[in-house]
């Protein structure tokens, strides 16, 4: 038997298309990527994400020359995220990157190791989080949930 998995966002053709409170998170992303530490892909990757609190998270790619040491700009932030407010739940997580190892029309897409740390952020926080994704030329997505991006996901969910 055939099955499908559906995902759903939307689709915007610039982030200045998004709520004013979404393009702040847009532009402290941009700002964090300024401190990535990408030495070897030179590609800076900022995330930022407001919590409940509405405070604002923010972080950068931070790399390594023993390569899998390093870790992306959203883990960084999450991680920073459960570390010193791990009851604060997530409301709203944003990724941005700026570098040539992407087309500046290719969808800005988080690796699968950042995926399942979102999702497994998104079953312990038990409320899902909007995931908005900002390619070079501006196009954004905007997902509902983590699951979204990690359907069939090993382990916690149904
Ligand atoms: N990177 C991120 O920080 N987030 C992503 O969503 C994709 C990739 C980083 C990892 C590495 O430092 C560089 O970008 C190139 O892969």
Known sequence: MKQEVIISFNRFEHWNELPS????LVKRAYEVSKTAYAPYSKFHVGASLRLSNKEIIT????????????LCAER???FYTGAIHPLEQIETLCVV????LLPIDKILSP???CRQVML?????Q???????????????IVFDSAVDLLPLAFGITD
């Open 21 to 24: 409170s979404d393009q702040e």
């Open 59 to 70: 972080g950068s790619n931070q790399e390594n020359i023993a390569y899998p040491s390093g």
């Open 76 to 78: 960084v932030a999450l």
């Open 97 to 100: 990157a700026e570098g040539d």
């Open 111 to 113: 690796c699968g190791a």
């Open 120 to 124: 497994e952020t998104e079953v312990r």
């Open 126 to 140: 038990k409320k899902s989080y909007r995931i908005i994704l900002v390619s070079q030329n501006g196009v954004t």
